[in-house]
């Protein structure tokens, strides 16, 4: 049976490791120590490395890891993440035979140009484009990208498990209420949240459901949202125009 356990990793990271019995995969290694401790005490071999896209926080283990294993790296190809070994692109799909399991990849731009996400049936996997009520920064590409690619993302089954890599949901709450004050779903993952971390847990993965239901980037048409941007001064109020007022607030919250 397939496990999905988190690695906390550098400040704030998450590098992800499927296992099966004896097989693993990891997921955005930003550095190899605490995998390379895992999969010693655990018995497992790895098979591949998955890699969302090039931030030195996702890909500076891989190196050290394929010096002990020399698996090969899925990911998008770019002269600034030279460890891939085979490049992913959209519509491709990835069967990882040790693990059972098969990702459909789709392109996710506007964190990073030559982001992706890999999706397997109730599994996503989608670095730094998704977070726990949040969304990431627009370092490369517009918006309008990060927007759809957000979309994308929130069209996934309801019950699909989000495993993004930064514990940042304790940190995004605040401003999901600042957006919607009289939402009791925020309210709820509030106290939620922390409760999984003052018993030490993280409050990752959690459901497209929930995301849905808190995250102020997938609810840009919500009357209460909209006013509350309004009331900041928002005079455009299509779709997209809420969505770059909130990541504009975001950064100034």
């Known amino acids: 049976m397939l496990k999905i356990t988190a690695i906390p990793a550098l400040e704030d990271n998450y590098i992800w490791l499927l296992q099966g019995e004896r097989h693993a995969a990891i997921v955005d290694p930003g550095e190899a120590a605490p995998v390379l401790d895992f999969l010693d005490k655990n018995g497992l071999q790895p098979d591949a490395i998955l890699c969302t896209h090039r ?3 996702h890909v500076d283990g891989i190196e050290e890891l394929r010096e002990v294993y020399n698996v090969p790296v899925y990911g998008r190809s770019h002269p600034k993440n030279p460890h891939i070994t085979h490049d992913l692109r959209e519509g491709d799909r990835l069967r990882l035979d040790g693990l059972d399991i098969e990702f459909d990849i789709i392109e996710t731009p506007g964190h990073l140009d030559g982001h992706i996400a890999f999706i397997a049936p109730g599994i996503l996997f989608c670095g730094d484009v998704m977070f726990g009520a949040g969304c990431g920064r ?10 759809h690619s957000l979309q994308r993302l929130a069209a996934l089954p309801d019950d699909t498990q989000v495993y993004c890599a930064h514990e940042y949901t304790a940190y995004n709450l605040p401003f999901a209420h600042a957006c919607e004050p009289g939402n009791p779903d925020i309210l709820r993952r509030i106290a939620e949240t922390r409760r999984l971390l003052a018993e030490n847990r993280p409050t990752v993965p959690f459901t497209i459901a929930l995301e849905k239901a808190t995250n102020p980037y997938l609810r840009c048409t919500k009357p209460e949202l909209v006013g509350t941007l309004q009331a900041h001064g928002l005079a455009d109020t299509s779709e997209l125009a ?5 990541r504009d607030w975001r950064s100034r919250f």
Do not use: C, P
């Open 242 to 246: 809420v969505f770059a007022a909130l």
């Open 138 to 147: 627009n370092f490369e590409g517009t918006l309008a990208q990060l927007h």
């Open 55 to 57: 931030h030195h926080d």
